[in-house]
């Protein structure tokens, strides 16, 4: 069975500070990897997603970045901290290209930016 | 451009009621339609979609949906709700030739005792 898990399971972090968000997936080689912001009460934005290791495409711009170290790897950082950052960020994947609308999330990493 | 719309933000029915969760899209190409639940403080999780044949689709705990071209929409129900199906659910489409989902507002649901 795939399991994903996602680090830290929450931050408080400075305005201006830096930031790194984990994300791993066991059980499944080659997934289709993405992140995801959610404000408050809110919808899902998609921000980044990762076809393959190395390989990274952004989505919205959010002075956010995104990298894919490894195959069942995903991060998400960025150097400055903003106030509009705060929020629910989540990890999913897809088993492919055909079936990317089916996702699978992680647990998520709520941050609150202060 | 692909869009989602939500138009019940909130809906709260009895436990043992059938619910209707609305949810129409705008898109002119093949799209593929699905919906998600996520209960509070938690991730999401898939319950269902739809691609093409029948219309009307089974998914976990109960759930089903029906798509319907001619109305741009794919409402979820469910005949029985109990009170763990309270949580948040998320329409979503996709192209999926751009790998982004585009999620709905989302539609809170409360079942009360």
């Known amino acids: 069975a795939q399991t994903i898990h996602q680090w830290p399971v929450a931050e408080i972090k400075a305005v201006g500070s830096p930031l790194s968000l984990g994300c791993t997936i066991k059980g499944k080689s080659s997934p289709n990897l993405y992140w995801y912001w959610q404000a408050t009460g809110g919808t899902l934005q998609q921000l980044f997603y990762?076809?393959?290791?190395?390989?990274v495409e952004s989505v919205v711009q959010l002075n956010l970045s995104a990298s894919r170290p490894k195959d069942d790897q995903f991060i998400l950082s960025t150097e400055k901290l903003l106030l509009s950052h705060s929020g629910f960020y989540l990890c999913?994947?897809?088993?492919?290209?055909?079936?990317?609308?089916?996702?699978?999330f992680g647990p998520g990493t709520r941050l609150l930016v202060l | 451009t692909q869009t989602v719309s939500q138009s019940d933000a909130h809906v709260t029915v009895f436990e043992g009621d059938s619910v209707e969760l609305r949810c129409n899209y705008s898109?002119?190409?093949?799209?593929?339609l699905s919906w998600y639940i996520q209960h509070h403080g938690h991730g999401l999780q898939f319950l269902l979609k739809?691609?093409?044949?029948?219309?009307v689709v089974q998914g976990v705990n109960g759930f089903e949906a029906e798509f319907s071209k001619s109305d741009s929409s794919f409402h979820l129900r469910k005949a029985s709700v109990h009170w763990s199906d309270s949580a948040v659910y998320f329409c979503?489409?996709?192209?999926?030739?751009?790998?982004?989902?585009?999620f709905g507002g989302g539609t809170r649901l409360t079942v009360r005792p």
């Open positions: 979503a489409v996709t192209n999926n030739a751009g790998a982004k989902l585009t």
């Open positions: 990762s076809i393959t290791v190395g390989q």
């Open positions: 898109y002119g190409g093949s799209i593929y």
């Open positions: 999913a994947w897809s088993p492919d290209w055909v079936n990317q609308d089916t996702q699978y």
């Open positions: 739809y691609y093409s044949g029948n219309p």
